[in-house]
Nanobody, 124 residues
Framework: VQLQASGGGLVQTEGSLRLSCVTS????????MGWFRQATGKEREFVAV????????DYGDSMKGRFTISRDKAKNTVYLEMNNLTPEDTAVYYC??????????????????WGQGTLVTVSS
């Protein structure tokens, strides 16, 4: 499985961005597709996750109500729609995938496959 993230960039506070994660290789329906982020000097943080079959979704506490994870199965692509961005959202965003139980969904160390990261910068 290979993942390629894109869509990052510079945006002003309260702006929006949509990140994309194109997948290749075989992804079974029970795979989890996650987004994590890492700001400079901070640990990697859970952002959002969904099962590849679309049956479950979850978000980090500070992302609820602002971020939406979705997928286009025909395009083998997972999206992260981010709205009402603040400077605290500035980070490198990574997509990740793995056959995982739902209970492990927020644990970055459990994900097997990672994209290269895309930088999101939110200016004040």
């Amino acid at each position: 499985v290979q993942l390629q993230a894109s869509g990052g960039g510079l945006v002003q506070t309260e702006g929006s961005l949509r990140l994309s994660c194109v997948t290749s290789g075989r992804i079974a329906s029970n795979y989890l597709m996650g987004w994590f982020r890492q700001a400079t000097g901070k640990e990697r943080e859970f952002v959002a996750v969904m099962r590849w079959d679309g049956s479950h979704k979850d978000y980090g506490d500070s992302m609820k109500g602002r971020f939406t994870i979705s997928r286009d199965k025909a395009k083998n692509t997972v999206y992260l729609e981010m709205n009402n961005l603040t400077p605290e959202d500035t980070a490198v965003y990574y997509c990740a995938s793995s056959p995982l139980i739902w209970g492990a969904r927020t644990r970055s160390d459990q994900y097997r496959y990672w994209g290269q990261g895309t930088l999101v910068t939110v200016s004040s």
